[in-house]
């Protein structure tokens, strides 16, 4: 698999507030048909993410049409790869939260499984594709919208894109994948983007890899000129168009990829505790705004989340592509249960639905956090509760 500065956590907040009003007012006038459109290129397919009031959430409707077209289109000698975007200001901001809020709330548990079982095959359907594949992240790129780019051959960042895995800041993990790539950057970095929700711009994500080209975004209707035009199937030949409009950038002084020493001595230690405990010392030593903020992430985020991420990810660094996923999904069916915790189902009503952003968390302090309940959250819903079931026998993960 080819594979950050903190942004004022209240823009953050106020980001995804909006968002929410966006959500709740366009869900039941969203048309299913057109919520991916497809654009026919020479020799390529162009899937369109096109809800575009709800930053292109992803909801179980998309996620069973994605898997439909890309199966059909490995399946075509027609087609020698395919790309991916969205429509308006975002490429994809993540599953559609808000919709599961509401499942349940109305004890629609299976639904959920669907929507996971759904939006996770298509992430492995994509780290696998046996044709290359372009995700071109014009905008915010988060969560589940990572989750069904980063996995992909190529992924094109520009000086809109945004990225963050938030999941804690909702008392839910970071998924989709997550685990998998972002256990794989540099250092301890993926633990320090998973318990903190932090946003990387194009730049950042060129830097550490979780872009694999970076272009100003006034390029972008360039490249989809150019790659629709071309006749390939062959990596090189697509990598060579996305060079030619490629540009060279550096993070600015401010960024996190400047301090991944110290992200590396704090997030390299075994428990939440211990990296809390690490970043207040340094912060005491070091005049630098940087450890106060990621504090102040860290301290708003569900504790359970916490120490679930932590573990998640350092599971994710020695398994595989499947696994990680297979992991994941037990994850968020305990996360959807309410068995452990309701942390998931509060954390969305205070972030975006009634939007008081005063999450009670359960339990409410790292302390209270028991290592049975982290445990219990990586276990079967019960024990007849069925696995995710990937394909890893036709198609094994090459990531």
Same mark, same amino acid.
């Given at each position: 698999m080819q594979r950050l500065k903190i942004s004022n956590i209240s823009r953050y907040f106020n980001d995804l507030r909006a968002l929410s009003q966006h959500r709740t007012s366009s869900s039941l006038t969203d048309d299913l048909?057109?919520?991916?459109?497809?654009?026919?290129?020479?020799?390529?397919?162009?899937?369109?993410?096109?809800?575009?009031?709800?930053?292109?959430?992803?909801?179980?409707?998309?996620?069973?049409?994605?898997?439909?077209l890309f199966k059909a289109w490995e399946n075509d000698p027609n087609i020698g790869f395919v790309s991916m975007k969205g429509s308006g200001r975002a490429f994809c901001a993540g599953g559609d939260i808000v919709s599961l809020y509401h499942f349940m709330n109305q004890g629609k548990l299976e639904e959920c499984k669907d929507f996971f079982r759904t939006l996770y095959s298509f992430t492995y359907l994509l780290g696998t594709h046996l044709k290359p594949n372009v995700a071109i992240l014009n905008g915010v790129t988060m969560g589940g919208g990572a989750g069904v780019s980063i996995p992909g051959t190529f992924r094109v960042a520009c000086g809109k894109t945004v990225f963050a895995t938030p999941e804690t800041l909702i008392g839910f993990h970071p998924d989709a994948g997550a685990s998998f790539y972002l256990s794989h950057l540099p250092g301890h970095l993926g633990e320090f983007l998973a318990l903190t929700g932090a946003k990387l711009n194009g730049a950042e994500m060129m830097a550490c890899g979780l872009a694999t080209h970076y272009s100003v975004s006034e390029k972008l209707p360039l490249i989809e000129e150019e790659l629709g035009k071309l006749v390939t199937d062959d990596p090189s030949v697509i990598e060579a168009c996305l060079e030619k409009y490629s540009d060279l950038v550096y993070p600015d002084k401010n960024s996190v990829i400047h301090r991944i020493d110290i992200v590396d001595k704090c997030f390299g230690l075994d428990t939440v505790e211990e990296i809390i405990d690490s970043l207040e010392s340094e912060a005491s030593l070091i005049n630098d705004p940087w450890c106060g903020s990621t504090l102040r992430l860290l301290k708003e985020a569900s504790p359970l989340s916490?120490? @679930? &991420?932590?573990?998640?990810?350092?599971?994710?660094?020695?398994?595989?592509?499947?696994?990680? %996923?297979?992991? *994941?999904?037990?994850?968020?069916?305990?996360?959807?249960?309410?068995?452990?915790?309701?942390?998931?189902?509060?954390?969305?009503?205070?972030?975006?639905?009634?939007?008081?952003?005063?999450?009670?968390?359960?339990?409410?302090?790292?302390?209270? @956090? &028991?290592?049975?309940?982290?445990?219990?959250?990586?276990?079967?819903?019960?024990?007849?509760? %069925?696995?995710? *079931?990937?394909?890893t026998k036709l198609r094994e993960a090459f990531n």
């Open positions: 048909c057109n919520q991916v459109l497809v654009e026919g290129k020479a020799n390529s397919r162009l899937a369109i993410l096109n809800r575009p009031s709800s930053l292109n959430a992803l909801n179980t409707n998309m996620g069973a049409k994605l898997n439909k916490l120490k @679930v &991420s932590l573990r998640s990810i350092r599971e994710g660094r020695f398994q595989t592509f499947d696994e990680c %996923l297979v992991r *994941e999904y037990r994850m968020s069916l305990q996360g959807v249960s309410r068995l452990i915790s309701g942390d998931f189902y509060e954390g969305v009503r205070a972030r975006m639905v009634d939007r008081d952003i005063a999450p009670k968390w359960s339990p409410p302090s790292l302390e209270q @956090v &028991s290592e049975d309940m982290v445990d219990r959250y990586f276990s079967p819903l019960s024990e007849s509760e %069925l696995d995710l *079931e990937l394909p």
